[in-house]
């Protein structure tokens, strides 16, 4: 049984479609089964238009093509050349196995490109099941960017059956690496690059709070900055993005993919995804949703990158206790009657806020105009289980017109590049901030008094579980930052000097 491979979307991520076909004797027919939508079934039209528009027979016989897998709902029109040339290259002896064909066919056999063909071949190709494609020949321009792939631009259902017959075609075009300075740990590359529009040289004082942002940056740690209106928290939070880890070849490919479901023009430039959803904004708009086809959300959109929230308290309850799950597990859970969808959500959170509604509780020069009652309702909209997800617990430093700027975005880019492969030099896969118990256990080695001192944190400030290991995590980026194989006393230290009080 001939097969040629196509692909359609369930959720986040394209799925390969084997495309079968048999010729059997009975009344002439064309049937297409396996969950095939409208615009697949209208594709018997198309092919045979093409084929007879080509002086090519229509074979008079019962035609059935099966999309597998059955169960999987396919959509989309790039499916009609991979049928057509199933049909024309029935009795041929040469397997077409390992070929991906993707193509919208025309009354005339000219082959076009759909909307679809550009973030299905991105998701194939970061999932690695993709190595050579033919494709609409107008589509290479945007499909040559996507590295590890060999296309084979075709403009009609002649030239692609001659692609296929053709032992000794060439591709059009394949795109070997992404053209961005890069670093090789474990036969991995890693890409990063030095463009910082907002730069931390911009921002005075506030060593406290920059110090946080490194280690925050370099183990993705979650960081809430609290301070008084225009002590700089939004700066921060806006100079953190440029300062992000380098990305992996997976990485900026699946920012490259979300950038096409959000209709961005794609460059793969490894900069982080920055997403800072306004606090008006629904539930749905920020974890996804949709009443029959679930969409992703700023939530799934943020992975690998940013979550901003600025004025973090003025969330909805909802939106701040749902945002607990993929704070914790990385991934968010979207269930409809007619789909269950996981997205990954494996972001930076960043919140920013006042330390009280009229934000002048912590400034010495202003009044607070607010009572007990209403800071305490205004700190009550953060839970404690919310607080516990949260890393690194900032109050902002007090404005101060002679303050200067200490350091710049190109200096702490180039800690956070450092201490990112000493980390992954040592065989660690995931960043600080995300590590499992597992990892925790195999990386998290501190020496007796750093085991002593927090032992001793433990019972004072009656840490969690989870609390403890947001403290051993903490400690493992700052012992990165400072190079040191084992967490060490001052690194504890430093790490609890960045957990809430209650």
Known sequence: MKKIKCATYEGLDAKVVDVELTLTRGLPSFSIVGMASMAITEAKERIKSALLSNEYTFPPKRITTLLAPSELAKSGSQFDLCMALMILLYDDAKDFDEWFVFGELGLDGLVKENTQLYPLILSLANQKLINKAIVPKSSLEKLSKIPGVAFYGVESLQEAKEVLTDESAQPSVTCNDINYPSFEIAKEKYYYVKEYKEDFHDVKGQEVAKRAALIAAVGLHNIILEGSPGCGKSMIANRLRYILPSMSEAEVLDMAKLQTLEGQEVDFKPHRPFKNPHHSATSA??????????????????????????????????????????????????????????????????????????????????????????????????????????????????????????????????????????????????????????????????????????????????????????????????????????????????????????
């Open 285 to 502: 708009s920020i974890f996804g949703g949709g009443s029959h086809k679930a969409k992703i959300g700023e939530v799934g959109l943020a992975n690998n990158g940013i979550l901003f929230f600025d004025e973090l308290p003025h969330f909805s309850k909802n939106v701040l206790e749902a945002l607990r799950e993929p704070m914790q597990d990385n991934k968010i859970k979207i269930s409809r009657v007619n789909s269950k969808i996981e997205y990954p959500a494996n972001f930076l959170f960043v919140g920013a806020m006042n330390p009280c509604p009229c934000g002048n509780l912590l400034d010495p020069n202003k009044e607070c105009r607010c009572n007990e009652l209403e800071i305490q309702r205004y700190k009550n909209r953060l839970s404690d289980p919310f607080l516990d997800r949260i890393d690194l617990y900032v109050a902002m430093q007090q404005v101060d017109g002679n303050d200067k700027s200490s350091i710049s975005s190109k200096e702490m880019h180039k800690v956070v590049l450092e201490s990112q492969i000493f980390a992954k030099q040592r065989g660690q896969r995931s960043f600080n901030g995300k590590m499992c118990d597992e990892e925790i256990e195999q990386f998290c080695v501190m020496e007796s008094d750093a085991k002593d001192v927090l032992e001793m944190a433990t019972r004072q400030f009656n840490l969690s579980f989870r609390g403890i290991k947001k403290v051993q995590k903490v400690a493992r980026t700052i012992a990165d930052i400072a190079q040191s194989d084992m967490i060490q006393k001052e690194h504890i230290l430093e790490a609890l000097s960045y957990r809430r009080r209650s």
